[in-house]
């Protein structure tokens, strides 16, 4: 799991916007399409211990995979990163980022690179 950046949540549970666009890089490109057929695929889906998370790309880019919860609340950073393969897997362990279990119910990974947004939905479930 690649670090966030020395972001934080706030006390709220929310993450400030502008931090969260601090853990993009510079250069990179105001996502503006989103694109729901890009080959995002979790497995197993629902979960209970841990997801693999599958994305397929066309060229090698910068990714950021992210998990929220229903709220909009971030859950954790699964990734965030340099991807040079046409395709990229990373794991969720249903954990949040201070490492504590996250309770069973619906969760969204949102993918991130170039210009392009894909969202899955995941339903984590009891062990």
Known sequence: ??????????????????EYVALWPLDAPAVHQRDQDRGLRAYPNPLVEQTRLDLSLDEPTW?????????GR?????????????????????KDQTGKRCRPGLYVVRVRFRST???????????
């Open 74 to 94: 971030l859950v954790a950073i699964v990734h965030d990163g340099w991807a040079s393969g046409p395709s990229v897997s990373f794991r969720w362990d249903a």
């Open 1 to 18: 799991m690649a670090g966030n950046g020395g972001s934080t949540i706030a006390s709220n549970g929310f993450l400030d916007p502008w």
């Open 117 to 127: 947004e894909s969202q899955l939905k995941i339903v984590l479930m009891n062990p």
């Open 63 to 71: 990714v950021q995979g992210v998990v929220f919860d229903v709220s």
